[in-house]
């Protein structure tokens, strides 16, 4: 009976070692400089209290510098790297016991010297390299995951400070832009989605010079898409009041305009003066002059669309105008 139950406890046990597992998801790779900061994110399961954290040199016989000894189970972290660190490929290993996970290669190149990640002696490196670990800015989720310019998004996540003396941006390669903080809390933030090109981009958190400080999380720039205009297929006049029905055009007007343009002369346009703005719903007036040397509304196709500074942001929206309302 004993040998039983010595070998159910046995399965047990081992059943447990088996199926924790730690997942290390940042970094994935990338090019680091001394003195700029490497989010350390980890995933765990079978696993608490608390794990150690090491970065490793993947070339020079697996060199390892502890980056700290005692971090609990599920707190991620913001290192950055000193000065000491040479030049070279690395990962980061995340351990509890036997069981660990691996990071991504990345590579870290000696940046401007900065004497606050710099060690004065081998013996210090090891502590040195744990005093310049922080609690790191986590990004956890954002919503909508999608929106156009002016659309009002909710970023929620762990550290981000109860003061704002760091930015939060809308990054793409070669792009960089600032949104416009509605409200800055530790695990929230609310910000307008600036003014840029659609696409696919990834917000996160940067200090004022725009230097990187938090993980990100991806965020996709729609185009606006109109679906009804009204009056169609009917007479007009100076100051007529046009509807605009569609989606994505945004909660506020601020540096987009409707044009309107007449097709058989595409020199004859103008911008509708906006009376009323909608994330789907568009109420504005006719202006005149539309064309030099027409003094009526010409009879014809009309294109409708929304544009900013970057181009046209909309689908064209085709109407028939019976010219000049009598």
Known sequence: MKKIIGLIIIIFFTSILFSAEIKVIQPTSGLFQTGSSIPIHWTSSGIDGNVKIVLVNRYKSFKTYVL??????????????????????????????????????FTIRKGAFNPNTQSVSRQGQAQNAESLVQEAIILQKVSPAKGAKTYKVLVEGRNFGTSQDKEIRLIRPGSSNAMEVIKWHNSRIEAFVPEVRPGAYMIGITDKNGTPKSTKINFNVVRPHITEVKPHNRAVSNGSLFYIWGENFGHFQKGQSFFIRYNADRRCSSKLLIERWGNTFIRGRLSYPFCR????????????????RYGDLSNEFTIYIWGDKE
């Open 68 to 105: 700290k000894n005692q971090q609990p189970y599920n707190k991620p972290l913001l290192y950055t790297v000193a000065h000491f660190i040479p030049a070279g490929d690395y990962f980061i290993r995340v351990s509890k016991g036997s069981i660990n996970g691996k990071s991504g290669f």
């Open 293 to 308: 040397g027409r003094k009526s509304l010409p009879k014809g196709d009309y294109t409708i669309r929304l544009s900013n």
